[in-house]
Every structure is written in structure tokens, then in C-alpha cells.
């Protein structure tokens, strides 16, 4: 073994171990987690820090009650632990330990590894509600904290939430400090929406400065379910200054030095330019989300019905670039309304990203439905109103004839169907159930319709493949002759400000009204997406895992179905 002779009493050099693990691979898991050890072991690093729950994967719900699944994490740490044996290095890694009583909830944990035994335990203290977190349900808090001791400094370790505690009486990270710690580590599981970044650092520094502690911050990365984690994990100062940030969305080993005796500020590192490029970190959390989503889950292809759109030209160029063109087929389901030059740009999308395309026609399906109806109306009796005029039902006859075929392919092939949907049409209720929301995914759910323009264009600028005409053309369902999403919504350049405000920032009318003063919106015009907002719940309740990008997603957004009280 080498030795640095520079190396000081307050000096570390540190390893960000920013994984991405999958739920419930223990063995991957693990041997990922065991060949980053040998790396940092290879570097001559000090110390590798995992993310939270890196062995088990996060989150698990329910999953941490579990006798056996939490057994078979024990063992698989053991693993990990004897692995360890003879080497330098220390290790801080998250797993879930057994409650102390028979009928009591198991622990977010973190253990300290240290030459083939863990030298310390500590537990998460502040379990969260809020949001897309349930973790008081799963865990148990812990009682006491402890430091551990790395080359003779005291070192402090929490768990994501222990370092967020404005709004808790316990306060982790101050009573290490309080007990000697000179460097507090922070391992985490921080979802991704576009304000967590710049969330994250402002609590972390700010915490950092007023406890006189350097952190180092480890996330995790990569997509599970609906959740994308972005990474990012860094190092700051004891004056909140950042010293070194790791790449966004990118899973790596990521080495920094630390001087516990210097208070000046380095240069950030970092493979990217991280926080930026809000439209640029939107598009690369979904390929993220998406990709994860379908390689743990094993499928080998996914299935998109394109109509010429631009959700479905969108959720289609992601699909291509998350996987590969050949694992990916475009079905164009053209029915009685579908235009000529939405289908001539469906297979113009189809050919420049060299995914498979098919033409499916709902036509006569359609047709034959309709009659049936009418003839069964005039047996009964009854006027038939799809005589003289286009109806809901008629509308929505169409988007599930579609959702038929591409169901059918769905099973037929294996290939995982991708809802196109956005967020503002699933707000205002503009989807079919059993219709456009059929699949096992939900793309764009999260994503603003004014967003996915801007996402759009952002991956034109990386090489064009969605048709300036797609761009172009006004918004349509095209379920009746010259239809226009203008016809009964808004312009998404207001509605989505209307919603930003009521959905991520949960402003009432009033407040709605006050905030988009200066924009001349009209209060009759707020009252009625309102309206529509609320009146649609129990539609969204049935929406596919949509992949999180804002601050408040549908998950985390839980409201009441039968609800009669006006925001």
C-alpha cells in the first residue's frame, strides 16, 4: 500500500459514491456497491460514502416491513462487510436494520464499515410526510447519535431528512456538532424536480454555516417508479461554500480532496454544467426515468401511438433516445377526423428517428360502432343524436378504438405502451379513460404543455427530428372536423401559470387572482380551470406512473375525489 506523505491529520480524500441501484437487486446492488469499494480502495481514498439505502435500493414502502426482504439486505451488507477486510479504506452505506422490538418498525440506517466489521450504526431521526414521502409509516426514528472516528476527526452521519429539520424539534445534525464532530456526512435519496437543486443547497449550506461543519452530500441517481434522482452529490465548506460538485443524472465514483483546516473556496468541479438549463436538466431527468424505468423493469421494446402531435412526437424522441430506435415502434391510428398532414409528419418523425412505424386505421371500427348504436337507439326508440352531431361519447368512442389496438400490440409483443399525455390536458381533464391514458407509463404527466414545447425544441437544437410542421400547427385531439385545443381551453401560455400557481404552490382563487394581477387574466377564467382541475381528480387517480419533473406531481399532490369545497 501507498502512502501520501502529504497527507495531513485534516485532510481526507473522499470518494462520492453517487450509485444507481435498483429496488430489491441485492445481489447488483451489492456488487456494485463492492466494486466501487475496490476503486476507492484502488485511489487510496479515506473514505467512500453511499447514498441512502444504497444496499436495498429507494424507496421500498411497504417493502421495509418485510421480515425477508430486509433479512436479505442484512445478509447481503454482511457480504459487503466482509469484503472489506484488509482494506484501508472506510465505508458509510445505507441499508435497513431490524427494529429493536417484535413488533416494532425497522430502521433507515446508515453503517460505518471499517476492515470487515461496521464500527458504527446510526439511524435516520426526521421521517418525512410530505410530498411523495411516507417514511413515518415504514420506519422507526432513531434515539441516539454518535460519531465515529476517521484518521482521529470526529465524523457525524445523517440521513437525508436529519439535515432539513427547520420544522422539527430534533435537530441531528446540531447535537453532533454539539458532541465534537468536525465533519458531518449526509447520505441521501433526494428526488429530482426542477427547484431542488437550488432547495437542496440553500438548506445544506445554510446548515452547514450555521453548525461551523464541512458536509459531504451523497445522492442518489437514477429513476425508480415515477421518482428520477438526479445526483449531484457535492462537498461544502464549514463557511457553506460549495468545494466540489458531482455530475448531474451521471452514476460514477467521484474523488475529492478535503482540508478540514482551509476555509477557502475551490473552483466548483463538475462533469456538466448542473442547474443551469432548466429545459436541458428537464430533458435529461426524463430519458433518466424513462430508460430506468424500463430496463429494471425488463422490457426489450415500448409502443407509442403517434399522431402527428407533439406530446407523442416528443414521448417518441425520448423513447429513441433512451433506448434505441429498433426498440421502439410508432403506430399512427388514423381515424375519421385525422388530417392528412398529421399523418405525413407522424411518418416523417418515424423516418428521421429510424424507429419502426405502422398504420393501424380505427376507420371502420369506428363506423361500425356508430351504426350499431344508432340502430340499437331506433329499437329503443330513442332519437340518435350521432345523427346530426358529434358527441363526447363519440370523441372518446375514438381514443379508446386506439387504445384497443395498441393494448392488443402492447400484449401480443411485450412492448410497454407510453402515454403521451401532458400535464396541463391531465389537469383540465382533457384525456379518455381507457382511452389516451392506457399504458404503463405516463411520459409527459408531469410536463407542462408549454414545457414540452421548449423540450421539444431543446432536442431539435441537438439534431433536428420532430417536423417544423408539428411545431407549428395549433394544438388538436382531431375528434371532430377542425377541432382546436383553443376551441374550449385557454392559451397554455396562461393556463399553465394558472396551474403552476394552484398545483405546485397551492394557491387559492384569491391568491391566483393577486399573483397574475399584472397579467389581466380574468377571474372567471381561474375559477373555471380551477373547476376543472378538481372536478378531474378521480381521472388522474387512474393515470400510469408518470415520471416527476416539477415540485409538486400528481403522487404527491393528495386530494379528495368527492370534494365540494372551492379553492
Same mark, same amino acid.
Given at each position: ?15 462520492? !459514491? ?33 447514498? =441512502? ?29 466482509? *469484503? ?40 435516520? *431521526? ?29 465524523? +457525524? ?58 458536509? @459531504? ?5 437514477? +429513476? ?15 463557511? +457553506? ?34 442547474? *443551469? ?49 429498433? %426498440? ?41 360502432? @356508430? ?38 400490440? %402492447?400484449?401480443? =409483443? ?30 409527459? +404527466? ?8 421548449? @423540450? !421539444? ?12 410542421? *408539428? ?6 385531439? =382531431? ?13 397554455? %401560455?396562461?393556463?399553465?401559470? @394558472? ?23 380574468? !377571474? ?42 372551492? %379553492?
Amino acid at each position: 500500500m501507498r502512502t501520501n506523505p502529504l497527507r495531513t491529520e485534516t485532510k481526507l480524500e473522499v470518494g462520492l !459514491a453517487q450509485i444507481n441501484p435498483t429496488v430489491g437487486d441485492f445481489q447488483g446492488n451489492r456488487e456494485k456497491i463492492c466494486s466501487y469499494i475496490d476503486a476507492a480502495e484502488e485511489a487510496e481514498l479515506d473514505l467512500v460514502v453511499f447514498p =441512502e439505502l444504497a444496499v436495498s435500493g429507494y424507496p421500498v414502502w411497504d417493502l421495509a416491513n418485510k421480515k425477508r426482504f430486509v433479512l436479505e439486505g442484512l445478509k447481503s451488507l454482511a457480504l459487503i462487510v466482509r *469484503t472489506t477486510k484488509r482494506k484501508r479504506v472506510t465505508v458509510v452505506v445505507g441499508f435497513i436494520d431490524l427494529a429493536a422490538e417484535k413488533r416494532g418498525k425497522n430502521y433507515n440506517a446508515v453503517a460505518v464499515i471499517r476492515n470487515g466489521r461496521i464500527i458504527q450504526k446510526q439511524y435516520k *431521526t426526521l421521517l418525512p410526510t410530505y410530498d411523495v414521502f411516507l417514511e413515518e409509516i415504514f420506519f422507526a426514528p432513531a434515539r441516539k447519535h454518535s460519531l465515529f472516528s476517521l484518521r482521529g476527526i470526529s465524523v +457525524g452521519t445523517t440521513i437525508c431528512e436529519d439535515i432539513w429539520d427547520d420544522p422539527y424539534p430534533v435537530k441531528p445534525a446540531q447535537l453532533l456538532a454539539k458532541r465534537g464532530a468536525k465533519l458531518l456526512i449526509n447520505v441521501s435519496a433526494s428526488p429530482y424536480h426542477r427547484e431542488a437543486l437550488a432547495r437542496r443547497k440553500a438548506t445544506v449550506l445554510r446548515k452547514a454555516k450555521a453548525y461551523g461543519l464541512p458536509v @459531504i452530500y451523497v445522492n442518489q441517481v437514477g +429513476g425508480q417508479d415515477d421518482l428520477i434522482f438526479d445526483g449531484r452529490s457535492f462537498v461544502c465548506n464549514s463557511k +457553506g461554500q460549495i468545494c466540489f460538485q458531482a455530475a448531474a443524472f451521471k452514476e460514477g465514483l467521484f474523488p475529492v480532496s478535503i482540508d478540514l483546516n482551509s476555509s477557502a473556496r475551490r473552483p466548483q468541479t463538475s462533469l456538466r454544467s448542473a442547474g *443551469t438549463d432548466d429545459v436541458q436538466e428537464m430533458y435529461e431527468a426524463l430519458i433518466l426515468g424513462l430508460r430506468d424505468y424500463i430496463r429494471k423493469n425488463r422490457f426489450k421494446k415500448v409502443v407509442i401511438g403517434i399522431s402527428g402531435g407533439i406530446d407523442s412526437a416528443l414521448v417518441a424522441t425520448l423513447a429513441a433516445d433512451a433506448l434505441e430506435p429498433e %426498440s421502439v415502434i410508432g403506430v399512427s391510428l388514423p381515424g375519421p377526423y385525422s388530417s392528412q398532414h398529421s399523418l405525413k409528419d407522424a411518418r416523417a418523425l418515424a423516418q428521421n428517428l429510424g424507429i419502426e412505424y405502422r398504420v393501424v386505421s380505427i376507420r371502420q371500427p369506428y363506423a361500425r360502432f @356508430i351504426r350499431e348504436a344508432i340502430s340499437d337507439k331506433r329499437r329503443r326508440k330513442v332519437a340518435p343524436v350521432e345523427k346530426k352531431s358529434i358527441t363526447v361519447a363519440m370523441e372518446n368512442l375514438q381514443a379508446r378504438l386506439r387504445a384497443i389496438e395498441l393494448m392488443y400490440l %402492447s400484449n401480443d =409483443e411485450g412492448a410497454l405502451l407510453l402515454t403521451t399525455g401532458n400535464k396541463s390536458e391531465l389537469a383540465m381533464g382533457y384525456s379518455t379513460l381507457y382511452g389516451d391514458m392506457c399504458g404503463g407509463l405516463s411520459v409527459l +404527466g408531469d410536463v407542462y404543455k408549454t414545457d414540452v414545447y421548449r @423540450i !421539444a425544441h431543446y432536442r431539435n437544437s441537438l439534431g433536428k427530428v420532430i417536423p417544423d410542421s *408539428t411545431l407549428r400547427k395549433a394544438p388538436s385531439a =382531431e375528434l371532430r372536423p377542425n377541432q382546436k385545443d383553443r376551441d374550449s381551453l385557454p392559451p397554455y %401560455s396562461i393556463l399553465d401559470q @394558472i396551474l403552476r400557481h394552484y398545483i405546485e404552490r397551492n394557491m387559492s382563487f384569491d391568491e391566483i387572482i393577486k399573483a397574475l394581477a399584472a397579467k389581466r387574466i380574468s !377571474a372567471g377564467m381561474v375559477r373555471r380551470v380551477l373547476r376543472m382541475v378538481d372536478h378531474n381528480e378521480y381521472k388522474r387517480r387512474q393515470l400510469p406512473p408518470s415520471l416527476r419533473i416539477t415540485q409538486k406531481a400528481w403522487f404527491g399532490r393528495r386530494m379528495p375525489i368527492t370534494n365540494r369545497f372551492e %379553492s
